[in-house]
């Protein structure tokens, strides 16, 4: 697509249930990023994938929080359980290969703002 | 770990005029890329310059510059002439550039105002 495409824009839930949250990349980008952002925060990482392997997945606050990227395309953010401390904005970001001789801007998506109640 | 400080939570200017971002950061690498993204009040993030630390030269992208001291650890953004469209929250972010983890780490922020 021409951008990155994340749904649902806005979720509001119920404490304990679990959501699902979909990021669609740029066509042909390799590694795509899942942030986390507060109200009047900078982004805090997450989890990154290069095509299906998850590179990194340090920043997942805890075993509640999974992502996945199956075909190397899509990723979908899981939070089961979720917590009222959960509520926060979800970015996802897509980006060429990083390469020294390579842009690897990070494009990110609108956000899925997620609301638990 | 590499963390990133943005010591100025609010700044304001007036239009037109020049305004200076701070940011430090702390890392072990030698090489590495420093950000800065801008948050306009859309909350998308768009990237506004960036400098790779193996290069002496600041980045500079039209109103846009940096002042790059890598020996400080210093990354600091100046916004010349300044517009009303510059008002948003800017971020300062880091990314080291060895090995396969390319994790990009971001500053809480400065939100700019631009007054006309």
């Known amino acids: 697509g021409a951008g990155v495409s994340q749904s649902p824009r806005y979720k509001v839930t119920k404490r304990g249930q679990d959501v699902a949250l979909r990021c669609d990349p740029i066509?042909?980008?390799?590694?795509l990023y899942w942030y986390r952002q507060a109200l009047g925060q900078g982004p805090e990482f997450l989890t990154y994938?290069?095509?299906?392997?998850?590179?990194?997945k340090s920043g997942l606050p805890n075993d509640r929080f999974s992502a996945e990227r199956p075909e190397g395309s899509i990723s979908t953010l899981t939070i089961q359980r979720t917590e009222q401390r959960d509520s926060a904005m979800y970015r996802c970001?897509?980006?060429?290969?990083?390469?020294?001789?390579?842009?690897?801007?990070?494009?990110f998506g609108e956000g899925s703002r997620l609301t638990v109640l | 770990a590499q963390t990133v400080t943005q010591s100025q939570p609010e700044m304001s200017v007036q239009e037109a005029e020049t305004v200076t971002l701070s940011c430090t950061y702390d890392?072990?690498?030698?090489?590495?890329?420093l950000f800065w993204y801008k948050q306009p009040p859309s909350r998308q993030m768009i990237l506004v310059i960036r400098?790779?630390?193996?290069?002496?030269q600041n980045a500079t992208e039209n109103r846009f510059s940096v002042n790059f001291q890598k020996a400080a650890k210093s990354f600091s953004l100046k916004i010349s002439d300044s517009q009303l469209g510059d008002t948003a929250m800017y971020f300062c972010?880091?990314?080291?550039?060895?090995?396969?983890?390319?994790?990009?780490?971001f500053g809480k922020g400065t939100l700019l105002t631009v007054n006309p």
């Open positions: 972010a880091f990314m080291k550039s060895i090995g396969s983890n390319y994790k990009l780490t």
């Open positions: 994938f290069n095509y299906e392997a998850q590179q990194d």
């Open positions: 970001a897509s980006s060429l290969y990083w390469d020294r001789d390579l842009t690897g801007e990070l494009f």
């Open positions: 890392t072990s690498e030698s090489n590495y890329y």
């Open positions: 400098q790779e630390a193996y290069k002496q």
């Open positions: 066509s042909g980008h390799v590694s």
